[in-house]
C-alpha cells in the first residue's frame, strides 16, 4: 500500500506560485570571496527586488484570484453566522406586541430561537403592497432557488467528478454512476436513488465518507430551491391595538405604564388621583412592552423645573418618594406630618403617593419600600402594573391588556426571513463549501501527482463509456449493436451486474493526505503564521497594507529576502508622511 503523499502545499492554499529554482545572484569567479562594489546596496536593495520581481511574475494571478474569492466567500459565511444572532439579540427598536404568528403579547422575551417560530417570517423588512411583495419574492426564487441550484449543480459535479476518477484506480464503478457523474451533471431523484443503491449494494468508492457526503449532497442540491423558498416570504404587516373601557380600539403604543398616583394632586395644581406614566417620549421601543416579571420599555430623563412637563413631574416624584416615602406615612406608620418641598413647592403634611408596580432596574424609586403597617412591599409584583392612555386618567390593568389585545392588518406587506430557517441554510452552504473544496482538493493533488491525469469531459465520458460497454458486452458473446435498448437494459442488469468502468492509467496509486501536507506547510511556514497573526489586528484600517504585505509575502515570496521587501512596502505604504517644518 502507497503511504501518503508530502507534497508542500505552497502551491495548494493560494495557488500564487509553482515550484521554481529560487533567484542567485551570478558571481563573478575572479572575486572570490570580495565584497562587490556596492555590497551593501547590492544585499539590502537590488538582490530582494530582483527576487520579488521574479516571484510577482511567476505568480499564477488568475489561480490566485479564484482562491481569493473562495477565501472571502467562506468568510462571508462566517460573518453571517456570526452576526445575525447578535443582530437579532439586539433588536429591541421594533419590538412589538403583534408576534410573528399574529398573535398578541404585551411581554418581551420572544426568542428568535423559538422552533414555533420556524415557518414565520421572524425578520421582516419594509411597507409594500401586495404586487410588490410578490415580485420580490418571485425573484429571490428565481435568482436564488433556480440559478442558486444550477451554481450548486456546477461546483458539486466538478468535485464529483474529479473524486470518482481519482477513486476508480482502486476499483470500477457501475455504468449508472459512471453516467450520473459524468454525463447528467444535475440532480434528480432518479439518480439519486441509482446512487444509493450503486453505492450500498453494488460498486462503491474508497471512502465510505465520501460516498455519504456525494448522496447527501445529490439531496441538497435536489432540495436547493424548496429550502431557499420556504426561508423567505411575505406577511401582512399588523399593529397592536386594545379595546379601551368605551369600547374603542385604541393603538398599543398609545397606552404607557402609571409609576405613580398622586392621590392628593390639588396640593400641586393637578387633578386629585393624578396619574403619573411612565415616559413615553424616551422609550427604546415603539410600544409600552413589558419584560416578563420585570421591567417596563421606558427610561429615565433629566428633571425640568415645570410640573406640567411629565418627564419633570415623574423624576421629580420618584425623588421625592426615595425620601419620604408613599402614602403620607412616617416609619412608625403614622401621618408623616412634616415640612417637604417638591419642585418648589412646600407641603405639610407628606404627599399622598402610591404605586402598582416599580421596575427594580428602572429609573424610578420606591419597588423596595415596605408598607410599615403590614411589612410588606406592595409595590414589586410586577403583575401589579397598570397602564393608562396618553392624555387620560383611566386605568387598564395587565390581564385587562393582555385579554383585550388584538393585532389588526394595515393593509401593507412585508416581506423577509425567517430566522430558524436563514440560518440552518447558511451554516448549510457553509459546510457545503468546505467539503466540496477538500473533496476537489484531495482528488486534483493526487490526481497532479499522477502526471495530471485529464479528467473525461462529456465526450470523452461518452467514449469511455461506450468502450467499456463494448468490451463487456463482447465478453459475454453479444453484438452491443444488434441489442435493443431493452436488451442492452436486461444484460446489464442480469449478466454485467450494472457493468463496470474503470480507469487504465500505468501510473502508480498515490494517495494525498491533507492532514500530512497541511503539518509540513505549518512546519516549515511557522515563523511567517506567527508574524501573520500578530498583524492580523491590521487587517482594517489604515494599517491594512501592514497585513498584506505580510499575506504578499506567504503567498508570492519564495525566498527570504523577497519576503522581507514585500512586507518593507507593507510598512511604507502605512506609514503616514511626516512633514517637517522649518524653524524660524
Known sequence: ??????????????????????????????????????????????????EAWADLRAAEWGRGALWFLLLLWMLALV??????????????????????????????????????GFFQITLPFGSLTFTQAKVIDIAWDLAVGRVGQSILAYYSWNAFSSYVWSSMDTGPVTYDTFFTVYLEDEASLRSTAKMIRDFSTRRGLRSKLAMTFIIITMVYVLAWPTLASAMTGYTSASEAFVIDNYQNLISFSSFTPVAYVI????????????????????????????????????????????????????????????????????????????????????????????????DPLGPYSGNNWTDPRVNRQPYSNSSNMVFTIVDSNDTYTIGYIVDKGSCQALGAYQWGFSFLQLFIGVLLMFFWTMAMWLMWLMAHKELEQRNGIEIPGKYKAVLDLATALNQELSSIGEAPNSLTNKQLRHRIETQLDEGRVKTDTPFPIARYSFRTNLWGWIKKEKWWLVLLLICGPCVAGPTAPIFIGVLAALAIGRTRKSRVLMIVCGLVIATPPTIVVPLA
Not at 562587490?36 to 536593495?45: A, C, E, L, R
Open 263 to 358: 392621590h392628593d394632586g390639588w396640593r400641586l395644581n393637578l387633578t386629585g388621583n393624578h396619574l403619573v406614566s411612565y415616559i413615553e417620549s424616551t422609550s427604546s421601543y415603539k410600544e409600552p412592552m413589558m419584560m416578563i416579571g420585570s421591567t417596563p420599555g421606558a427610561t429615565s430623563c433629566s428633571a425640568y423645573p415645570s410640573l406640567s412637563d411629565p418627564c419633570s413631574l415623574a423624576q421629580n416624584v420618584s425623588e421625592y418618594v426615595a425620601r419620604h416615602g408613599f402614602l403620607g406615612l412616617d416609619a412608625n406608620g403614622a401621618v408623616n406630618d412634616i415640612e417637604t418641598r417638591l419642585m418648589g413647592t412646600t407641603l405639610r403634611p407628606a404627599l399622598n403617593i402610591s404605586a402598582f408596580y416599580l
Open 1 to 50: 500500500m502507497t503511504s501518503p503523499s508530502t507534497v508542500p502545499l505552497d502551491s495548494l492554499l493560494l495557488g500564487l506560485h509553482e515550484s521554481r529554482p529560487t533567484p542567485t545572484t551570478p558571481t563573478n569567479p575572479k572575486c572570490g570571496n570580495r565584497q562587490p562594489k556596492g555590497g551593501f546596496v547590492q544585499q539590502w536593495w537590488t538582490e530582494p527586488r530582483r
Open 79 to 116: 460573518c453571517v453566522v456570526i452576526t445575525i444572532p447578535i443582530i437579532t439579540s439586539l433588536a429591541v427598536v421594533d419590538v412589538s406586541a403583534c408576534r410573528p404568528d399574529g398573535s398578541f403579547s404585551p411581554y418581551t422575551g420572544y426568542s428568535f430561537w423559538d422552533f414555533s
